[in-house]
Nanobody
Framework: VQLVESGGGLVQPGGSLRLSCAASGFSFSSYLMRWYRQAPGKEREWVARISAGGGATNYADSVKGRFTISRDNAKNTVYLQMSSLKPEDTALYYC????????WGQGTQVIVSS
C-alpha cells in the first residue's frame, strides 16, 4: 500500500488549495478514504472521509462548509479542496486508508499565513 500526498504549500488567509493523494497497492475503489491533519504541538485530527463509491462524505465541524473531499476511482486518487483557509488550518495533511491496518502517506504541509 502506498499513499502519496501532494498539493500543499503557503497560502494567504482566505485562499484555497487542493490536496491530492495518489493511492496504489490495493483496490482503491473498494475502500473508504480519509484525510487527517496534525498541527505543530497538537495531536493528529480527522478532517474528512469519503465512501468507497464517493457518494457519502463527512467532515469535522472545524472544516465543514470550507473543505470538500472527493475521489476519482479511475485515477486512484482522493482530493481535498480547501477554501476560505484560516491560519488554524496550518498543519501537515495526511490521507489514510485502513487496508488490514492503518496506512498513511508521508503528508503534505499546508501553511496559512499572511
Amino acid at each position: 500500500v502506498q499513499l502519496v500526498e501532494s498539493g500543499g504549500g503557503l497560502v494567504q488567509p482566505g485562499g484555497s488549495l487542493r490536496l491530492s493523494c495518489a493511492a496504489s497497492g490495493f483496490s482503491f475503489s473498494s475502500y473508504l478514504m480519509r484525510w487527517y491533519r496534525q498541527a505543530p504541538g497538537k495531536e493528529r485530527e480527522w478532517v474528512a472521509r469519503i465512501s468507497a463509491g464517493g457518494g457519502a462524505t463527512n467532515y469535522a465541524d472545524s472544516v465543514k462548509g470550507r473543505f470538500t473531499i472527493s475521489r476519482d476511482n479511475a485515477k486512484n486518487t482522493v482530493y481535498l479542496q480547501m477554501s476560505s483557509l484560516k491560519p488554524e488550518d496550518t498543519a501537515l495533511y495526511y490521507c489514510h486508508a485502513y487496508v488490514y491496518a492503518d496506512c498513511w502517506g508521508q503528508g503534505t504541509q499546508v501553511i496559512v499565513s499572511s
